[in-house]
T-cell receptor, first 112, second 113 residues
Framework: GESVGLHLPTLSVQEGDNSIINCAYSNSASDYFIWYKQESGKGPQFIIDIRSNMDKRQGQRVTVLLNKTVKHLSLQIAATQPGDSAVYFCAETPSYTDKLIFGTGTRLQVFP | KAGVTQTPRYLIKTRGQQVTLSCSPISGHRSVSWYQQTPGQGLQFLFEYFSETQRNKGNFPGRFSGRQFSNSRSEMNVSTLELGDSALYLC????????????FGPGTRLTVL
């Protein structure tokens, strides 16, 4: 069935380092992708999105890269901070729906 | 602008009972989607409502239903609760959908005993 998966379930980084979270998606019809951050006890929080007509998009300290050829999405966090510790989900939306298909999530742990 | 609100935040029910969860979207948002989050299955799409009509549906049994009111507020209902229905139920709203950035509420934690 449709699925969006992540390669690494847990990523540990030192404060100040850059973090890269990867995601593979399976639906070629997806044209909208979003990264969410979820802290314990809270709902997912929007981080950044990208549409399929783009390869890269930058936000504040975050960059999303989209490689449609290999159906790969990544989230780069610059100068990772303790407040970045959370579970990160990628999600895709097929072009014909508003339904979000979520990946399994990656836990990011930031050490001082 | 207030975010997505969900009530109640926590709920404990027993098997066989039914439950109704409520979601108030961000003001001006017309699309409301519901998701179930469990440790084993992750985040799974339940259904999406737009202008009081169900526009998309996930792969859940008929015990899961929902509706949307004219003010875009939405409710979801689960009948004949099973232990496996214990989960965090998340509501997300967006302006128009199709597709659009979805903003999530804090969720309702449902425990079925």
């Amino acid at each position: 069935g449709e699925s969006v998966g992540l390669h690494l379930p847990t990523l540990s980084v030192q404060e100040g380092d850059n973090s890269i979270i990867n995601c593979a998606y399976s639906n070629s019809a997806s044209d909208y992708f979003i990264w969410y951050k979820q802290e314990s006890g809270k709902g997912p929080q929007f981080i950044i999105d990208i549409r399929s007509n783009m390869d890269k998009r930058q936000g504040q300290r975050v960059t999303v890269l989209l490689n449609k050829t290999v159906k790969h999405l990544s989230l780069q966090i610059a100068a990772t901070q303790p407040g970045d510790s959370a579970v990160y989900f990628c999600a895709e939306t097929p072009s014909y729906t508003d339904k979000l298909i979520f990946g399994t999530g990656t836990r990011l742990q930031v050490f001082p | 602008k207030a975010g997505v609100t969900q009530t109640p935040r926590y709920l404990i029910k027993t098997r066989g009972q039914q439950v109704t969860l409520s979601c108030s979207p961000i003001s001006g948002h017309r699309s409301v989607s519901w998701y179930q989050q469990t440790p084993g299955q992750g985040l799974q799409f339940l259904f999406e409502y737009f202008s009081e009509t169900q526009r998309n549906k996930g792969n859940f049994p008929g015990r899961f239903s929902g509706r949307q009111f004219s003010n875009s507020r939405s409710e979801m209902n689960v009948s004949t609760l099973e232990l496996g229905d214990s989960a965090l139920y998340l509501c997300a709203s967006s302006l128009q959908g199709d597709p659009d950035t979805q903003y999530f509420g804090p969720g309702t934690r449902l425990t079925v005993l």
